[in-house]
């Protein structure tokens, strides 16, 4: 059964009528198709793209990936991120790749076996078709993602370091241990997570999402231990970031590669200062921090070192 007939088939289960249970179906579809794809691993994948009306071929622009999370999809991710927005002020590129589904939802596999390897290489593949049309600045390429996205950064900052200068995690699902990174090269990272979210503890442990197996990764320990990786020295900086928002930050790092954490007070599994997402399912969307403008900030201070 297609997408489509889903939708429509729940449309019609809370009393929409058919005639405009099949218009909001059609809208729907509409407005969240990915815009492109491409082959990689022989398969089609696909992904949206935003390219700001200030945009120069003449000079070397950055590239921004942010990926979806589990069961969501690249439009979803381009309304919750917001970052067409800070794209358009600051001149650079959004890439919006989708998570394989196959026969099941969007995701991106984060296991510690092989199966992640795929989605690396459509990344890969990804920033060489968006190379190819446009003038991307190779030292300028940034990762992000919210909750299963997040924990796909991750891999990446692990698996293409040579290729993405820095990356950002939001309210990432933590499912691999920082000790699965073999890759030593220090990576600059920035993250939130909310502290009261039940789909990616912030404690970690088990959640509704991961049906009893405690499989996320304490927040903090994890932050911790990616300071190691950046061979960070001494204790992080603690300093309130707003009334609900805690700055957790390790600076004297290898390579001028910091780490840094902000610990929203009371936040749900959202991304702090974008879209709405509804409070009675996730929680709670802090909205005294702009997650996708200061993680920009944070992005522009760390070029890939040459």
């Known amino acids: 059964m297609s997408r489509r007939s889903v939708l429509i088939i729940v449309l019609a289960l809370i009393g929409v009528p058919a005639a405009v249970a099949g218009v909001e179906a059609i809208a729907f579809y509409s407005a969240n198709r990915s815009t492109h794809t491409l082959q990689s691993s022989g398969v089609t994948r696909e992904y949206r793209l935003h390219v700001p009306a200030s945009y120069d071929a003449s000079r070397p622009t950055p590239l921004v990936i942010s990926l979806h999370g589990a069961g969501m999809w690249p439009a ?56 190819r049309s446009y003038n991307i600045d190779a030292h300028r390429i940034y990762a ?18 040579d290729r993405i200068a820095a990356v950002g995690l939001v309210d990432a699902a933590l499912t691999l241990p920082a000790s699965w990174c073999r890759d030593d090269r220090p990576v600059p990272m920035i993250a939130f997570h909310g502290n009261s979210g039940e789909a990616a503890p912030y404690k970690g442990g088990s959640s509704w999402v991961s049906v009893g197996r405690p499989i996320f990764q304490d927040v903090e320990a994890f932050m911790a231990s990616w300071a190691r990786r950046n061979r960070c020295v001494g204790k992080p900086a603690v300093a309130s970031a707003a009334s609900d928002a805690t700055r957790i930050a390790y600076e004297d790092c ?38 996708s403008t200061v993680m920009w900030d944070f992005f522009k201070q760390h070029p890939l070192s040459r």
């Open 144 to 161: 992000n993602g919210f909750s299963n996205g997040g924990g796909m950064s991750f891999v990446l900052s692990c698996t293409l370091s």
């Open 254 to 291: 290898a390579s001028g590669a910091p780490v840094i954490l902000y610990r929203l007070e009371g936040g749900g599994h959202t991304w702090p200062g974008g879209g709405h997402i509804a409070a009675w399912f996730v929680g709670s969307t802090n909205r005294n921090i702009d997650a």
């Open 76 to 131: 979803a991710q381009q309304r919750t991120s917001q970052w067409d927005r800070v794209a358009d002020r600051e001149g650079f590129i959004v890439a919006y790749p989708s998570g394989f589904s196959g026969r099941g939802p969007r995701i991106w596999q984060v296991t510690a076996g092989p199966s992640h390897r795929r989605d690396v290489t459509f990344i890969s593949d990804l920033i060489d078709e968006v190379s």
